[in-house]
């Protein structure tokens, strides 16, 4: 791992060089360029206000359990799209960066580890020119906005810079073994968008549970697992008939949920995000990113037979 970081600091004008490049690339032949990356944005938060106050009605309960206005509802929603999209993007990006830069990696002595940090620092640039209209319009709209924990948001980009890039480097190593991981890695960044909480509240997962049928006699009527760091008991299974399975767990591992949980409390509420969510994403993305690096690493040899 650190002999791949050490790589990436002596080949830090090439990472320039190809993140102004993508930057560019984005909106050629544009006549507005880059200020698409700000009219998008804007355009979403009109969307999202006008199907969630005349279309669903919707609102966003807060900790109280009281309902926020819709304006916070459409805001909440336009950063966590935001957060989302920028990963989303990475990843599957970098999942066939290797297969796209071949006539690189085969005819010259090309530092192909900077390939995934490009693409992550471009779409995270990208996801910063649309936040400010997530801050612009919590002080418009609502009495929210950023506060001194705005102070955390370069330790945030950084841990979702290394769990970006980590999985970056692991599935496009993967991708030569196997093609298919591309094709795959579309239908589970879909699967992985709906299971986080983006469109919804966390408390809709919380209380949701799926009902199993009795055929199955998989669950006795009484069966309960303890859950929970704070030495609770909740019920994971419980019959009813057939039993159920309630779905919370989903939110207590996944990095994405404490990733845009984390983005809202700075950038919405103004508030401190969650120590102990941080400390779970920045041990995440530290694993990630050695596990994804190590196998790239060792592998990179063979990629231009591979290739």
Not at 254 to 277: A, C, K, Q, T, Y
Request: hydrophobic share 50%.
């Amino acid at each position: 791992m650190f002999q791949l970081l050490s790589s990436l600091r002596r080949n830090r004008r090439l990472l320039t060089n190809f993140v102004g490049r993508d930057l560019k690339a984005r909106y050629v032949g544009s006549s507005m360029g880059f200020f698409w990356s700000v009219i998008f944005p804007i355009v979403n938060l009109f969307v999202f206000m006008f199907v969630f106050r005349f279309l669903l009605k919707a609102r966003w309960a807060g900790p109280d359990g009281s309902e926020g206005p819709v304006q916070e509802t459409a805001l909440i929603m336009l950063c966590g799209i935001l957060v989302w999209a920028a990963f989303s993007e990475t990843v599957t990006r970098s999942t066939n960066c290797l297969v796209e830069n071949a006539n690189l990696i085969q005819k010259i002595v090309f530092p192909s580890e900077i390939l995934p940090v490009y693409l992550t620092t471009s779409s995270l640039v990208n996801m910063l020119i649309g936040l400010p209209i997530v801050v612009i319009g919590c002080w418009f709209f609502t009495s929210g906005g950023p506060s001194s924990s705005i102070a955390l948001v370069p330790l945030l980009l950084l841990m979702q810079l290394a769990f970006t890039v980590g999985l970056g480097y692991l599935l496009t190593t993967l991708n030569l073994f196997l093609r298919d991981t591309y094709h795959l890695v579309g239908v589970g960044v879909q699967v992985w968008m709906f299971a986080t909480p983006i469109f919804y509240p966390a408390s809709m997962v919380r209380g949701a549970k799926i009902m199993l049928p009795d055929w199955l006699g998989l669950f006795s009527n009484s069966a309960t697992l303890p859950l929970g760091q704070d030495g609770s008991s909740r019920a994971l299974i419980e019959g009813v008939e057939g039993g159920y399975f309630e779905l919370g767990w989903m939110l207590d591992v996944n990095p994405m949920h404490w990733l845009i949980d984390s983005w809202r409390e700075i950038i919405i509420f103004g508030r401190w995000p969650d120590p102990s969510v941080l400390l779970k994403f920045g041990v995440v993305s530290v694993v990630v990113f050695a596990v994804g690096a190590a196998f790239f690493r060792s592998q990179q040899r063979k990629f231009p037979d591979l290739l």
